[in-house]
């Protein structure tokens, strides 16, 4: 039989413990819920399947560490970085690769997905599989966010913030176009919308 400790130094640690592990669910759950609202776009609202938008993720994620930690930038000039990197990658993949319809985009999009994971974890100076370590926490105002409330806080924020953005995208022209590729390119093109061009913006 075990026999637990009720002493309140082991209640305390284990307290502890559990609050760490539920803000690392929220916090994992809030960036994913980024990745997720792209998705909707890209998917559920333009009709186009990929199955490499985790490899943009990444891109941003080694971007933005390896900035910080190697070159000492800011975090934030690394987040910064980060995203005109991923921005830069996706609009040149996209233009290679949204020419394709049927099962050939998300096979290409899988091939590439894979090349990418598979060059940044071969890759010594990125810390191969282990990754960067030791990447700082972001400052606000002179104070440090580390992972507790404050970057809980501001993570959503951004995604009530993205999801706002989607929602007042929708509703606008452009909105109206991407909604218009799910139904397929001719009725689209014969209205003059360009299709290439809002499937290269939402990818």
Do not use: C
């Not at 980060?82 to 020419?99: D, M, N």
């Not at 096979?107 to 810390?127: H, K, Q, V």
């Not at 104070?143 to 509703?171: E, K, M, P, Y």
């Not at 109206?176 to 093109?189: D, F, P, Q, V, W």
Request: positive net charge; without cysteine; proline residues 3%.
């Amino acid at each position: 039989m075990s026999v637990v400790d009720p002493s309140p130094r082991t209640l305390k640690v284990s307290r502890g413990t559990s609050d760490k592990v539920f803000r690392g669910v929220i916090l994992a759950g809030a960036m994913f819920s980024l990745v997720v609202l792209g998705l909707v776009l890209l998917t559920g609202v333009g009709g186009l399947t990929s199955f490499g938008q985790a490899a943009f993720a990444g891109v941003g994620a080694y971007t933005t560490a390896y900035l910080s930690t190697v070159m000492g930038l800011s975090p934030w000039l690394g987040l910064a970085a980060g995203l005109g990197i991923t921005l830069v990658l996706a609009l040149v993949i996209g233009a290679l690769t949204l020419r394709m319809s049927g099962h050939y985009l998300p096979l290409a999009t899988i091939a590439w997905g894979l090349s990418l994971n598979y060059t940044m974890a071969n890759m010594d100076w990125l810390g191969k599989y282990d990754g960067i370590l030791g990447v700082p926490s972001l400052e606000l105002f002179g104070n440090s966010l580390g992972s507790g409330r404050g970057l809980h806080d501001l993570i959503w924020i951004f995604v009530l913030l993205a999801a706002l953005g989607v929602t007042h995208l929708l509703d606008s022209r452009p909105g109206r176009a991407i909604r218009s590729l799910k139904s397929g390119a001719t009725m689209a093109e014969a209205m003059g919308i360009s299709t290439f061009r809002y499937k290269l913006v939402v990818f």
